[in-house]
């Protein structure tokens, strides 16, 4: 049974910078694609940023220039850098990875609020 678990969420300041932690576990396949969704408080989840195709990244307009996805497929990890980061930003952080045949998982979330 494929699991993914997040860390590294929390309270953090306007301007102020997170790193968000995602570590696939049960199994030795590679995932096509990985990445981060959040939800924030009464809206849909949103796509946020994503290695697709293990090898492209793609980023949502409102976080270019912000936020940085890093991983390694070989572990099936991934990581998001957030810089800058804004009110806007406050939202549950979910990690998500999607095998072959579309087979998707989601972690269970991260809670990040930015706020003074």
């Known amino acids: 049974q494929v699991q993914l678990v997040e860390s590294g969420g929390g309270l953090v300041q306007p301007g102020g910078s997170l790193r968000l932690s995602c570590a696939a576990s049960?199994?030795?396949?590679?995932?096509?694609?990985m990445g981060w969704y959040r939800q924030p408080p009464g809206k849909e989840r949103e796509h946020v940023a994503s290695?697709?195709?293990?090898?492209?990244?793609r980023y949502a307009d409102s976080v270019k220039g912000r936020f940085t996805i890093s991983g390694s497929n070989t572990r099936n990890e991934v990581y998001l850098q957030m810089n800058n980061l804004t009110p806007d930003d406050t939202a549950v952080y979910y990690c998500?990875?999607?095998?072959?045949?579309?087979?998707?998982?989601w972690g269970q979330g991260t809670q990040v609020t930015v706020s003074s």
């Open positions: 998500h990875a999607r095998f072959a045949y579309s087979r998707d998982y």
């Open positions: 049960g199994t030795n396949l590679i995932p096509n694609n």
């Open positions: 290695y697709v195709n293990r090898a492209n990244t």
